[in-house]
Structure formats: structure tokens, C-alpha cells
């Protein structure tokens, strides 16, 4: 059984930060459960470009709001506590959070993130290598 607290994960290796995002990357590939689990704040009023080409993603929104915007059909989809939403086809979207405050929300991935991953310029996630498990 695995059991993690988010206090005992903040300021580890587990704690990624970048300019408009922080992500607490609480289950990952050498946890062996096939996916991993994160939670992440997109700080207020941030936009992240995100093209999670080798990786699917299902989000749950539990605190603040913004919206994600698919590229290149330029679709928005409001985003606020209660909703959750899939990348179930590698979109390249914007995601924003609204001015104000924080948007906090889990996110789960298939094939599970490594734990270090950020994304490139254009918004991709690396492949992990293959290893034996």
C-alpha cells in the first residue's frame, strides 16, 4: 500500500515548479500503478501552452477557475470546481487560470510520468525511456 501526504511531498524532488504552474507528483511510474496522480496550481492569471503528445491526461478541477482553449479550433471550455475534463486525443490546448486566485486541480496520467518532466517549447512532455519495470 502507498500512502502520501501533500505536506510531506512539498519542496522534494516531487515538487516541480515552473513560471505558471506547480505540480505535486504524487504517484509516478516507480510507484508501478500504471498511471501517475498529481496536483497541480496553474497560478492566477497564467497561461500554459500543453501538447501532451506521448501522454493522455484527465484533469478534476477542485478550487479556482479558467478555461482550456483547444488549438487549433480555438474551442474554450470553462473550467471551475466540479468539472473534470480528458485529453483523450493528444489535443494541443491553452490552459489559463482566471485572475483572482489559484486554480488547484488532479490531474492523472497514462503511460505515468518519470517526475521530472516539464514542458518544451512546444508544451510536449518527453517520452520516458523504456525500462524494465
Known amino acids: 500500500m502507498i500512502v502520501r501526504r ?3 511531498i512539498l519542496n522534494t524532488e516531487r515538487d516541480i515548479k515552473t513560471d505558471t504552474w506547480a505540480s505535486r507528483r ?7 500503478m500504471g498511471f501517475s ?7 492566477a492569471g497564467t497561461q500554459t501552452h500543453i501538447w501532451y503528445k506521448h501522454h493522455v491526461e484527465a484533469v478534476y478541477c477542485v478550487e479556482g477557475s479558467g478555461e482550456v482553449e483547444l488549438i ?7 473550467i471551475e470546481p466540479g468539472t473534470m475534463y480528458a485529453l483523450n486525443k493528444h489535443d494541443r490546448h491553452w490552459l489559463r487560470a482566471d485572475p483572482g486566485c489559484d486554480m488547484r486541480v488532479v490531474c492523472a496520467f497514462n503511460p505515468p510520468l518519470v517526475g521530472d518532466e516539464v514542458h518544451d517549447a512546444d508544451g ?6 523504456d525500462t524494465v519495470e
Open 6 to 8: 501533500l505536506q510531506d
Open 26 to 32: 504524487l504517484l509516478l511510474r516507480e510507484d508501478g
Open 37 to 43: 496522480m498529481h496536483e497541480t496550481t496553474l497560478f
Open 72 to 78: 487549433p479550433s480555438g474551442e474554450i471550455f470553462r
Open 124 to 129: 510536449v512532455y518527453a517520452k520516458a525511456p
